[in-house]
């Protein structure tokens, strides 16, 4: 499989990642936290409980200096807005006919030198009864890391935390996160992860 990189961005995508990055620091957020190396890695976005949390997250990435990457469906990256899409780290997923979404992923990750793709495993705004897994599958199938990422609320600092190699348990590993998300205030605090079943559920045999 060829191996390729991500074009620069162009001026529009530029302007609108440094205007997500001003109102990110006019708003007081300050970001904490190192990038880990190499930069191939799955970075969890949560707590996912509020649009605002997308728009920090763009600027928190800006001030990392990083080029995050986010899922989206191929019907968003059709003209006019297909090469916009991709500059601000948008990667199409293909799901027709039952397309493999982690099969997509793992194939990005295999062409791409640097590829730090972001996923919000809750899955909505509202409060979820269990985060997705598919973030871990992707992991587990490209042999690649999970980082934490969070955005406190409480503190108004966003970052990225502890770097998370999976083992195959998924409760064990989502305990280590567990521990990161238990001190971090969300937007809306009544929406998030108060436990491990949060997590993982109630039912950790049943597919997400």
Excluded at 20 to 32: A, F, N, P
Excluded at 104 to 130: I, Y
Excluded at 164 to 182: C, H, L, Q, S
Excluded at 193 to 198: F, G, L, N, P, V
């Amino acid at each position: 499989m060829a191996r390729v990189d991500d074009d620069p961005p162009g001026p529009v995508a530029r302007a609108v990642r440094g205007l997500l990055l001003l109102m990110y620091r006019l708003r007081g957020w300050k970001v904490v936290g190192v990038v880990p190396e190499p930069r191939r890695f799955i970075i969890i976005a949560a707590p996912h409980t509020s649009n605002w949390d997308f728009v920090n997250f763009l600027g928190l990435t800006a001030d990392l200096g990083i080029r995050a990457h986010f899922m989206g469906k191929l019907s968003l990256f059709k003209w006019p807005l297909a090469r916009f899409m991709k500059q601000m780290g948008g990667v199409p997923v293909d799901q027709r006919g039952g397309g493999n979404m982690v099969q997509q992923m793992v194939d990005e990750f295999a062409r791409r030198s640097e590829f730090m793709l972001t996923v919000a495993p809750e899955g909505t705004r509202g409060k979820a009864q269990k985060w997705r897994t598919g973030f871990y599958q992707i992991a587990m199938a490209a042999k690649v890391p999970i980082v934490v990422g969070f955005m406190d609320y409480g503190k108004k600092t966003g970052g990225l935390g502890h770097m998370i190699w999976p083992t195959g348990d998924f409760r064990a590993d989502m305990m280590k996160v567990f521990d990161v998300y238990k001190n971090c205030t969300a937007k809306y605090p009544e929406r998030t992860a108060r436990s491990i079943d949060d997590i993982v559920g109630s039912d950790e045999g049943r597919e997400a």
